[in-house]
């Protein structure tokens, strides 16, 4: 019990120092840069680290949380397919608070009025025209259909400003080109990932087990982090409003470890698996909805793309192994 604790104890330090430095990157990238965050060589390893945690991810879900979770939920629970049921609940419960979070953020920039209009017609132009630093999005998305990954766009190609006033030549000087609301709500969606994530993590009792869900947790964490701090540095928000939201979603993680750990103490095994199940879905709708299909509708570098995502998939898969 007591190495078990010392486990989780680590893991929710690891993850929540993770977390903080990948939201302070961006701010200091503004500071030192005097700008853009995020374009040229670090958009592309962005990229491809986005692709990489996916591919990790993708196996977490499959080949770690619902292969451990599935046996001893199908030895309890035999008149019901209550492992694929949670995967499938987790799914769609993440896909319902970021579409909610969407609808939502979507109101609040309507009330932007012209200026914003005219703030996200330049980001759409700049980023087609913007060559190596990126490609228009071929499936016509308008910035709102996944707030992850669009978020990361318009951070790509706006400046991000803050209190102490760095500012781009092309930044628009009435208003930021992705509202305080809109990155607030992605803290949102991104904590309740964490949470789930967290509680997987914290449920298990082998230490294996445990050390394979942080590897993907950890894989993904940190590029979730840069594009939340991105997204408040470009609603040009105040450091107490930034820290807030970031700090916020930093300690999400650990909580879930925390529900985790003390569920599964006081409970059965079926609900250690349940959370790994529930957890298993919240990894494949990350992977699958808002990683993938966004950073393959930019053509550039898409080979490599899918060699890192397959790298990444087959190497988590591996560990299972040793499981």
């Given at each position: 019990m007591a190495e078990r604790f010392l486990v989780d104890a680590i893991s929710a330090i690891a993850l929540f120092l993770v977390a903080v430095g990948g939201i302070y990157l961006p701010r200091l990238l503004v500071k030192k840069q005097g700008g853009n965050a995020k374009g040229g060589t670090f958009g592309i390893i962005f990229?491809?680290?986005?692709?990489?945690?996916?591919?990790?991810?993708?196996?977490?879900?499959?080949?770690?949380?619902?292969?451990?979770?599935?046996?001893?939920?199908?030895?309890?629970?035999?008149?019901?397919?209550?492992?694929?049921?949670?995967?499938?609940?987790?799914?769609?419960?993440?896909?319902?608070?970021?579409?909610?979070?969407?609808?939502?953020?979507?109101?609040?920039?309507?009330?932007?009025?012209h200026s914003h209009g005219h703030?996200?017609?330049?980001?759409?132009?700049?980023?087609?025209?913007?060559?190596d630093g990126g490609a228009a999005d071929t499936n016509g998305n308008t910035g709102m259909q996944?707030?992850?990954?669009?978020?990361?766009?318009?951070?790509?190609?706006e400046s991000s400003s803050g209190e102490n006033g760095i500012k781009s030549p092309t930044a628009h000087e009435d208003a930021p080109s992705v509202s305080f609301v809109t990155a607030v709500l992605l803290g949102a969606a991104l904590s309740l990932h964490s949470v789930l994530e967290g509680a997987a993590l914290g449920a298990q009792k082998e230490q294996k087990k445990a050390e394979d869900?942080?590897?993907a947790i950890l894989a993904h964490k940190g590029l979730a982090a840069y594009a939340l701090g991105a997204s408040l540095m470009d609603s040009e928000t105040s450091s107490k409003r930034f820290w807030s939201v970031g700090l916020g979603f930093s300690i999400a993680s650990p909580i879930g470890i925390c529900l985790g750990y003390i569920l599964s103490s006081f409970a059965s095994g079926l609900v250690s698996s349940?959370?790994?199940?529930?957890?298993?879905?919240?990894?494949?709708?990350?992977?699958?909805?808002?990683?993938?299909?966004?950073?393959?509708?930019?053509?550039?570098?898409?080979?490599?793309?899918?060699?890192?995502?397959?790298?990444?998939?087959?190497?988590?898969?591996?560990?299972?192994?040793?499981?």
């Open positions: 990229q491809l680290g986005n692709m990489l945690s996916a591919g990790v991810m993708l196996s977490a879900g499959f080949c770690h949380l619902l292969a451990d979770a599935l046996p001893k939920i199908q030895e309890e629970v035999t008149n019901f397919p209550l492992g694929p049921f949670l995967t499938a609940t987790g799914y769609l419960l993440t896909l319902v608070a970021d579409e909610i979070a969407v609808s939502i953020s979507g109101e609040s920039h309507h009330g932007h009025g703030s996200q017609n330049h980001v759409e132009n700049t980023f087609k025209s913007e060559g996944s707030l992850e990954i669009d978020t990361v766009k318009l951070v790509q190609n869900i942080l590897i349940s959370l790994s199940a529930l957890a298993s879905g919240t990894f494949l709708y990350v992977a699958m909805m808002e990683v993938i299909p966004k950073e393959l509708a930019d053509p550039s570098n898409k080979a490599l793309k899918i060699i890192v995502m397959l790298l990444g998939f087959f190497a988590m898969s591996i560990l299972a192994l040793w499981a």
